[in-house]
């Protein structure tokens, strides 16, 4: 098969783009590079400098390369700046992915698997959030990704697209190679910052909130390694093969870690102190996300291979002291 991997440049994109290597298939890779890694591309992979936006780019592409699917990472994903910065979320993540279908339209290429996010679901109502849970995002980003979870069920009984829209919970790790690894900047994820924090980079670990409703007052999250969320995405273009459709599902573990319990797991992984002082509440967090993927499993088969706290604090680890970029 031949891929478009927008977004393959990203954090999540570029384990991406390795795993279908691996797996035997063709790669281009599309990317604007806005928070995307011209380094975390491997060579010989055909990097497209490009947005999604770009109509006529994009038009370019897809008529220079018979794709068999699309699997999209673009968006703007922090929660925060989605609060301040509303139009740009729609703009990139409502918008943009719009002009990318268009172009997939145009150009009869039917499948895609698009990240979508826990962030659509709001604050649970359950222990574990399956595929009935009730969707009430709490901010624009995770109202973005939902618009485009709508807009693939329209355009699937309107033009026969077939999705697979993945809703991640905590992406984590590394690659085992070490050679990428989460490199955000500025970085407002936990387990970097942890790493961060033990190196002495940064501007100090801060422990968001100590009085939340969980078993230690810290949020709860589940932490999924970025491999499988790639074997995920691999499967889900198989499921489309089987399938016609828009379909969703939740990728975690299904075994929730507080802050505090990430950080004493990555002190014992790395041997060294988590420096760290207790702050504020960061605005939008919900006190715990924590996935039943039990969906995921039984349809699409995956199986998670990293699925414990230590390997995947060892990948990043591994990662963080020696980062290429
Ligand atoms: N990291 C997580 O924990 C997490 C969790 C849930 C969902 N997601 C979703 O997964 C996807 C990937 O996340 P990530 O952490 O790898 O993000 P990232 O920022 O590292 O990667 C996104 C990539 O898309 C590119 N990009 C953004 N807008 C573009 C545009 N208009 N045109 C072309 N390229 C564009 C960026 O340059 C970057 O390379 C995102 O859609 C995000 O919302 C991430
Ligand atoms: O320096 C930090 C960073 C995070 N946290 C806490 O650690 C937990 C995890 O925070 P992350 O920023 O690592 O991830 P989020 O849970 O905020 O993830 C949200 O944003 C992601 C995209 O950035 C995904 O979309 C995900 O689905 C969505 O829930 C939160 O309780 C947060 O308050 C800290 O205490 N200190």
């Given at each position: 098969m031949?891929?478009?991997?927008c977004?393959?440049?990203?954090?999540v994109?570029s384990?991406?783009?390795?795993?279908?290597?691996?797996?035997?298939?063709?790669?281009?890779?599309?990317?604007?590079l806005?928070?995307?890694h011209r380094?975390?591309?491997?060579?010989g992979v055909?990097?497209v400098?490009?947005?999604?936006?770009?109509?006529?780019?994009l038009?370019?592409?897809?008529?220079?390369?018979r794709?068999?699917?699309?699997?999209?990472?673009?968006?703007?994903?922090?929660v925060?700046?989605?609060?301040t910065?509303?139009?740009?979320?729609?703009?990139?993540?409502v918008?943009?992915?719009?002009?990318?279908?268009e172009?997939?339209?145009?150009?009869s290429?039917?499948r895609?698997v698009?990240?979508?996010?826990a962030?659509?679901?709001g604050?649970?109502?359950?222990?574990?959030?399956?595929?009935?849970?009730p969707?009430?995002?709490?901010?624009?980003?995770?109202?973005?990704?939902?618009?485009?979870?709508?807009?693939l069920?329209?355009?699937?009984?309107?033009?026969?697209l077939?999705?697979?829209?993945l809703?991640?919970?905590?992406?984590?790790?590394?690659?085992?190679?070490?050679?990428?690894?989460?490199?955000?900047?500025?970085?407002?994820?936990l387990?970097?910052?942890?790493?961060?924090?033990?190196?002495g980079?940064?501007?100090?670990?801060?422990?968001?909130?100590t009085?939340?409703?969980?078993?230690?007052?810290?949020?709860v999250?589940?932490?999924?390694h970025?491999?499988?969320?790639?074997s995920a995405?691999?499967?889900?273009i198989?499921?489309?093969?089987?399938?016609?459709?828009?379909?969703?599902?939740?990728?975690?573990?299904?075994?929730?870690f507080?802050?505090?319990?990430?950080?004493?797991?990555?002190?014992?992984?790395?041997?060294?102190?988590?420096?760290?002082?207790?702050?504020?509440r960061?605005a939008g967090?919900?006190?715990?996300?924590?996935?039943?993927?039990?969906?995921?499993?039984d349809?699409?088969?995956?199986q998670?291979?990293?699925?414990?706290?230590?390997?995947?604090?060892?990948?990043a680890?591994?990662?963080?002291?020696q980062?290429?970029?």
């Amino acid at each position: 098969m031949k891929i478009l991997i927008c977004g393959g440049a990203g954090y999540v994109g570029s384990h991406m783009v390795r795993y279908v290597l691996d797996n035997g298939h063709d790669v281009v890779v599309y990317d604007n590079l806005s928070t995307g890694h011209r380094g975390s591309v491997p060579q010989g992979v055909p990097l497209v400098h490009g947005d999604i936006g770009d109509a006529g780019k994009l038009a370019r592409v897809f008529a220079e390369h018979r794709f068999d699917a699309v699997m999209h990472f673009c968006a703007r994903s922090l929660v925060g700046e989605s609060v301040t910065d509303p139009y740009a979320y729609y703009e990139n993540n409502v918008g943009n992915t719009i002009s990318l279908l268009e172009a997939m339209r145009h150009a009869s290429v039917d499948r895609i698997v698009f990240s979508s996010t826990a962030a659509v679901f709001g604050h649970p109502v359950s222990d574990t959030i399956d595929e009935t849970h009730p969707t009430v995002p709490i901010n624009p980003y995770g109202q973005s990704k939902l618009m485009i979870e709508q807009v693939l069920a329209d355009a699937a009984k309107a033009y026969g697209l077939r999705s697979v829209a993945l809703r991640y919970f905590n992406a984590a790790g590394a690659s085992s190679c070490g050679s990428i690894g989460e490199a955000h900047d500025p970085e407002t994820h936990l387990i970097p910052n942890v790493l961060k924090a033990v190196l002495g980079q940064g501007k100090g670990l801060k422990v968001f909130g100590t009085d939340y409703d969980t078993r230690d007052g810290t949020c709860v999250r589940d932490y999924v390694h970025v491999s499988d969320l790639a074997s995920a995405h691999m499967l889900a273009i198989d499921y489309m093969a089987r399938n016609e459709g828009a379909f969703t599902f939740n990728l975690g573990n299904g075994e929730g870690f507080s802050v505090r319990e990430v950080i004493a797991a990555a002190e014992k992984v790395t041997g060294r102190p988590v420096p760290h002082e207790f702050a504020e509440r960061r605005a939008g967090d919900p006190a715990t996300l924590v996935a039943s993927s039990q969906q995921a499993r039984d349809e699409l088969g995956w199986q998670p291979a990293m699925a414990r706290m230590e390997d995947i604090l060892a990948s990043a680890w591994n990662w963080h002291l020696q980062p290429r970029f």
